[in-house]
């Protein structure tokens, strides 16, 4: 569940971002800024107060806030700061469903409003350049992050908006948090929260704050805290039942619960915030609840409704969007099905996604190389032009010389000199750059073979341990359930028969039938280790340790400092890296005592594996085609790790291998 719930990051970050900000007292505001409208103020009042309603409605009925939109652009008459507010309410006018005219009437918002130089205009001005990366959300986070601290917060600082400035820092917590970077994330959070509560504790600004840090701390596996700040954002919301914003809190509230595996109650959450999120047409909101009853209910092994629930996703489509995010949708359709025993289906799924995948890999790989073209071209044209203007320079200095001549022979032939010289030594220097460009452009093809070699170790991998899961749950489920029936049967006829319980070669193969349900229980444990799926990386070592002891072997397990927050993906390689030091120590090394230490140190994963064995000579590695040494290499390898192995005849071997655990993220 993990996995799904780091995999959400994408979609969940966009609609983080661009939640609305509506007042927790929503009647009251409405009914104050309707209440100006038909008083007695001047237009320019009632004009903005009829764009403040454009932001309020945007969300919940698009007809009204088409018509204030209208109505405000009425009433500003030939104000040009007027003028630019209506550029930028256009662009919440079509906030939720145009992007596109969004994005040109923000941009058109930030061109008018750069001539204004009051705090109002810096703020308005900050906000034009958030949504317009808001709008522009496919360039991706660098870019949010880029317009976020280089042109929003220093306009919100200029405003001296102290409360926009931290919802600005909420923002930026969001962001790393979408790039797991959960410390610094609740760093900016915290921030945030901190200065909203001393200058606007009743603000949504604040609400927003809490719900973040509701998401970050499930996402870091913190839940005490997440469950803190989720009572802090609920006594916020009990005042004002009717909310816009309780749609936010219900899919945080079911992101704890599920945090907490409390499965049920998240539905329970999610299903609240499903009737709000139709009810206020906020569409990516609602997909995402819609997949977090999905994720529950694979895991309450419902997988029928889970199965629905992703059809229903891939029909509306707003969360097929993104290529990354259609890709995932198709992945968890094809693990659905196949858990559901559709196997037909679960393929179809299953290339769906691979096709998509593999659409996304080439586009990438097209652009790099079109990119790599472009600059290789550039550079060519620049160095004919260079060469072209060393030539016009020669001509008009040949030209100078020739006039000079017949006045100062002896000053023409010094300029010739050093005129040739220079010549020579930008000659020299021009080939010098164009051997350096030559050298980066292999350079970077090099890195673009040496990632695509990566792809595809990742690939074989991938494929490697769904065999193994495919073959150990064959083998347990079919053949070892038929071996224990028969088991069961034997043994009942020399329970019911004299004859039988007296049969010695019968009682003989009883024996020989529970050992080889024995041996078959172990291939399955092998190929699939439940106990790293059920209790995590530090307790399967410890298992797989205690399993390949015996009376004459002694294996000593260490463990120092590992975390639980290790990807799945890596513990699994990590797993099945012991597994294969332990079983050739075992195999071929006739120890008595195996020592295994296993530590991490942030992001680096150490496993020394010592033995007392008879050793050998280490460069018989270099010709030895074994799978099992081949494997060995291969996840090391994609781990971007460092292999080391000492090893004496007669006095045992030493490995020791240094891992990356952010290498698969």
């Not at 990566?454 to 749950?473: F, H, Q, Y």
Request: glycine share 6%.
């Amino acid at each position: 569940m993990k996995t799904i719930l780091l995999y959400l990051f994408s979609f969940l970050t966009f609609t983080a971002l661009g939640q609305q900000q509506v007042p927790l007292n929503e009647k009251k505001h409405v009914d104050s800024l309707e209440n100006i409208l038909v008083s007695g103020s001047n237009d320019s009042v009632k004009a903005v107060v009829s764009f403040m309603l454009v932001e309020y409605w945007k969300f919940k009925d698009t007809t009204k806030s088409k018509a204030c939109l209208t109505k405000g652009k009425q009433l500003s008459g030939n104000s040009p700061y007027l003028k630019a507010l209506s550029y930028f309410y256009e662009g919440q006018y079509y906030f939720n469903w145009n992007t596109t005219k969004a994005s040109a009437a923000f941009t058109e918002a930030q061109k008018a409003l750069a001539a204004f130089h009051t705090p109002q205009a810096y703020a308005k001005l900050a906000a034009a350049w958030y949504n317009y990366a808001i709008m522009n959300r496919g360039k991706g986070y660098e870019f949010i992050a880029s317009i976020t601290t280089q042109k929003a917060l220093p306009y919100a600082e200029k405003a001296g908006d102290q409360s926009m400035i931290a919802f600005y820092y909420g923002q930026l917590s969001t962001i790393l948090m979408n790039n797991y970077q959960f410390a610094k994330a609740d760093d900016y959070n915290r921030k945030a929260i901190a200065l909203l509560e001393k200058k606007d504790p009743k603000s949504t600004n604040l609400l927003f704050a809490y719900l973040n840090g509701v998401s970050i701390n499930c996402y870091a596996v913190k839940s005490a805290v997440a469950k803190q700040l989720l009572q802090k954002a609920k006594a916020m919301l009990a005042p004002y039942p009717g909310s816009l914003n309780y749609t936010l809190y219900y899919y945080n509230e079911a992101l704890y619960y599920a945090t907490i595996q409390s499965y049920k109650e998240a539905i329970a959450s999610a299903d609240k915030g499903i009737v709000l999120a139709t009810k206020y047409n906020q569409k990516q909101l609602l997909q995402q609840l819609l997949f977090r009853n999905y994720e529950a209910y694979v895991y309450l092994k419902e997988y029928a409704k889970a199965k629905a629930i992703l059809l229903g996703i891939v029909k509306e489509g707003t969360m097929l969007t993104s290529a990354n995010d259609k890709a995932m949708v198709y992945g968890e359709l094809a693990k659905t099905n196949k858990l559901m025993g559709n196997y037909r289906d679960a393929y179809e799924w299953q290339n769906k996604q691979q096709l998509l995948t593999d659409s996304m890999q080439n586009k990438q790989l097209g652009l790099k190389i079109n990119e790599l073209e472009t600059k290789y071209r550039t550079a060519e044209s620049q160095k004919k032009i260079a060469q072209l203007q060393a030539r016009n320079r020669q001509a008009e200095l040949r030209t100078k010389n020739e006039k000079l001549f017949n006045w100062l022979l002896g000053s023409g032939c010094l300029t010739l000199v050093a005129i040739l010289t220079m010549v020579i030594l930008n000659a020299k220097n021009n080939r010098k750059l164009a051997a350096q460009k030559e050298i980066n452009y292999r350079q970077q093809l090099l890195d673009l073979e040496r990632k695509q070699q990566l792809k595809i170790t990742k690939a074989i991998l991938d494929g490697e341990e769904n065999e193994r899961e495919r073959v150990a749950r064959d083998l347990h489920d079919g053949l070892g359930g038929m071996l224990a029936g028969l088991k069961i049967g034997l043994t009942g006829l020399t329970g019911t028969k004299q004859d039988f319980a007296d049969d010695k070669d019968l009682l003989r193969i009883i024996g020989q039938l529970d050992s080889s349900v024995t041996e078959l229980r172990r291939i399955a444990r092998n190929l699939l280790p439940e106990t790293l799926l059920k209790f995590g990386l530090e307790v399967a070592l410890k298992d797989l340790s205690e399993f390949y002891m015996r009376d004459d072997l002694h294996i000593d397990f260490q463990t120092f400092h590992i975390k639980k927050d290790i990807p799945l993906n890596v513990q699994l390689n990590i797993y099945r890296i012991v597994q294969e030091l332990l079983s050739n120590a075992v195999k071929h090394s006739g120890a008595k005592t195996i020592l295994i230490q296993c530590s991490q140190n942030d992001g680096v994963f150490f496993i020394t594996v010592e033995d007392d064995g008879t050793g050998f000579e280490p460069e018989a590695l270099n010709t030895c085609k074994g799978m099992g040494l081949e494997n060995l290499r291969n996840r090391v390898s994609y781990l971007n790790g460092k292999f080391e192995l000492q090893s004496v005849i007669n006095e045992g071997t030493i490995v020791n291998i240094e891992l990356n655990t952010n290498a698969d993220a």
